[in-house]
């Protein structure tokens, strides 16, 4: 999701989450500044469907719950608040405000041309912040590809990128087995083509 326009006053969080009970655009809330989230294409939408069916029942299994993009997410309370594309929560805490996660285990953001850079720069180095995420997955809607950083038990992030049609997202602590071809199923995306060396 992108960023539609900004903004110029500086709001208060509480004004802000006042805003958005209101307002049928959804926003960013960063540091007094809101931002309108713009739609969504068609290719970015099923990706999104795909992964949140995929993750459904392991999820669900271990007691987690499973968020799409109309969920927000306070990254820090009153600094910092968005709407990831999909969340994933296995905290009880999260169960007890209607509007608002604030541990998620994972995070995915479907990525999109005007985005792209923030998501993979300044909105992970705040998504790092997050002591509960271990898992952050950034989807291509271009061709099939998966870029997936996940923290270890020392605290470091590892990056592991998924390009081959036979890749398989393995994420076993969320009981998830998710093949390129699954998460693309139904798309008109295609799968990342080797550019040939000239001569």
């Not at 995929?54 to 009153?78: H, S, T, W």
């Not at 393995?170 to 998710?178: A, C, K, Q, T, Y």
Request: proline share 6%; hydrophobic share 40%; net charge negative.
């Amino acid at each position: 999701m992108g960023h539609a326009e900004r903004q110029t006053r500086r709001y208060t969080p509480e004004e802000y989450l006042a805003l958005e009970e209101k307002s049928e655009v959804r926003h960013e809330y960063f540091d007094g500044e809101i931002f309108a989230m713009a739609g969504a294409s068609a290719s970015h939408n099923l990706i999104k469907g795909n992964m949140v069916a995929a993750l459904r029942l392991g999820a669900r299994q271990r007691g987690c719950r499973i968020f799409d993009e109309n969920m927000r997410l306070a990254v820090q309370e009153k600094v910092f608040y968005t709407y990831p594309d999909v969340m994933v929560s296995c905290d009880p805490a999260d169960r007890r405000d209607p509007y608002l996660i604030r541990q998620p285990v994972l995070i995915v953001e479907v990525l999109s041309p005007s985005t792209a850079e923030y998501d993979r720069t300044e909105k992970f180095k705040q998504y790092q912040k997050l002591a509960s995420l271990r898992h952050y997955l950034l989807v291509s809607q271009t061709a099939w590809v998966v870029e997936w950083f996940r923290r270890n038990e020392a605290g470091q992030w590892i990056y592991t990128l998924l390009s081959e049609p036979a890749d398989v997202l393995e994420i076993p602590d969320l009981g998830l087995s998710l093949p390129l071809a699954e998460l693309y199923d139904d798309t008109d995306v295609a799968p990342l083509r080797a550019t040939p060396t000239p001569l």
